[in-house]
């Protein structure tokens, strides 16, 4: 297993090989793209193209609920450290620089 298929082990290439088989045998016999329309344009004539967003299945609706909820906490945690730090009253409710002025 060490060896891989770089290494020279004749079972790994027989394995990729299968794998690669396979995978060219389903992307051949994939069934083309149904036509919904064929009509000739005349010059001047616009053709617009649009595709729709298909409804969220309840597992995609989860996912962005929680990623929404994530991203909301996270801006939360941001403002909370860059908010400056509370500073305590002095024990007689006076501030320092007050004490100090009406020392002087």
């Known amino acids: ?15 990729a090989a299968l794998a ?4 060219a045998l389903a992307w051949a016999l994939k069934p083309e ?3 919904v329309i064929s009509e000739s344009i005349e ?3 616009t053709l617009v193209i649009t595709h729709h967003r298909p409804k969220l299945s309840r597992k995609d609706r989860k996912k962005a609920a929680k990623a ?4 909301a906490a ?3 945690r941001r403002a909370a450290r ?3 730090a509370p500073t305590k009253p ?7 620089n007050a004490t100090r002025a009406s020392r002087r």
Do not use: C, D, F
């Not at 297993?1 to 394995?15: C, H």
């Not at 002095?90 to 320092?96: F, I, L, N, P, T």
């Open 1 to 15: 297993m060490t060896r891989g298929i770089r290494g020279g082990s004749w079972t790994w290439v027989g394995v």
């Open 20 to 23: 690669y088989g396979l995978r």
């Open 33 to 35: 793209a149904p036509v």
């Open 43 to 45: 010059p001047g004539q």
């Open 68 to 71: 929404e909820t994530k991203k």
């Open 74 to 76: 996270k801006a939360e």
């Open 82 to 84: 860059h908010q400056p």
């Open 90 to 96: 002095s024990s007689r409710g006076e501030s320092k």
